[in-house]
């Protein structure tokens, strides 16, 4: 029985991928390095130094640690700036009523996600209250596919994996789930892919299978 759901932030409860898409490509633009939507699809669910490292197979030239170290806080402060456009308008459709229903229903939610920004964006659309438990890039060591985040929120949910379920848009997330032994709702560009143990176009659907 499901008791708990951990729900990625980024492509699961809220769209920031504009915002990061053209973060990177100012930063991508200035070191005249090609970038585009394709390989900003293989930064989903991994960590900013991640996405660097990403980005930069296609660098010309070495950078030295404080470069990289310089790229990633440019990168940062470009796409914290453009944070201020977020409202609650941006939530994606069917997360407000699946919360009620798990609120109604007294199954524990949780935030497991990458980015160091979780609770910035979480306040931004008015959800910052809405979670039993918030783990975010700042309090992990290891990004998706490592299941560390996972594992951190359902030791906070105080629950079994067994009785927990992810909620991930990333394939890389899917497969952290997995890494964790917790069964995964796949959306967006994982259920594209169809790697999760449920695959739907809508968070909504996972009413169905409580």
Known sequence: MIKGIIFDLDGVIVSTDKYHYAAWKQLADRENIFFDEQINNRLRGVSRRESLNII??????????AEINEMLEYKNQIYRKSLVNITPKDILPGVKELL???TINCIKKAIGSSSKNTMLILERIG??????VI??????????????????????LNLANTECLVVEDAVAGVEASHNANIK??????????GVGDYNFSNVLEIKNIL
């Open 135 to 156: 783990v975010d890039g700042t309090m992990i060591s290891h990004t998706k596919p490592d299941p560390e985040v996972f594992l951190k929120a359902q030791k906070g």
């Open 56 to 65: 930069l197979e296609r660098a010309s030239k070495e950078y030295s640690e």
């Open 100 to 102: 009620n229903y798990l």
């Open 184 to 193: 995964a709702v796949a959306v967006g560009d994982a259920a594209l892919h």
């Open 127 to 132: 959800l910052s209250d809405c979670f039993d």
